[in-house]
């Protein structure tokens, strides 16, 4: 499932990323990448232990913590503390690849599952001109460009790349999440669910079938859910 969060944080918090990130030191993509995927990566990325980058992924952690959507498409159990990047220039794009499947934060030894992965856009479509991120799902694949404080959330399985930046630069962050909710299509279901009950509570409020769909959603939670 793939599903946009749109402002998934607020422009006033993207601007104060922004701030942050634009004065720092950019490094070359490759310190994060697997075997594989350097041999396709050419962009920038922020050194995950500098300090910009330590205060920007608090802003996006603190921002995320509000977003009930996102809770809710995600249920995250772990978020790999968020990464910023950028294509411009010479380096542009990332080829094809797929996300190594455990990523381990090294300041801490933590690992995360990548059951999903995040896309956050830091900068607006009119900024640059490529720099797409393409999808490739069952369904075949999807063209993904958004606004400053949108989210875009994928599979971390799937095969996915993005376009070369051939004007300005594409400033995101990207990040994995692992979910209490492992399985794909349970996940999905339950996202359903509770997206179909928001609804019934806006139309008949907490009526008693509401208040019984309520308590399905919880229960299978309780059957799934891995803590
Ligand atoms: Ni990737």
Known sequence: MMLHVP??????????IRRLIDAASWADGRITAGTQSAQVKNNRQLPEDSPASRDARLIVLDELGKSALFFSAALPKRIYPPLFNRYEGAANSFGNHVDNAVRTFAPTGENVRTDLSATLFLCDP?????????????????????????????????????EPVTRGA?????????????????????????????????????????VSLVACYHNLMRMWAEL
């Open 7 to 16: 402002q998934a944080i607020s422009l006033e918090a993207v601007k104060r």
């Open 126 to 162: 009119d900024d640059y001109d490529g720099g797409e991120l393409m999808v490739q799902d069952t369904y075949g694949a999807h063209s993904v460009k958004l606004p400053a404080g949108d989210l875009i959330l994928y599979p971390a399985a799937s095969l996915h790349r993005v």
């Open 170 to 210: 594409r400033i995101a962050s990207f990040f994995w999440i692992q979910s209490m909710i492992r399985d794909v299509e349970r996940r999905r279901l339950l996202f359903e669910m509770d997206m179909a009950i928001l609804q019934l509570r806006q139309t008949q409020g907490e009526t008693e079938p509401v």
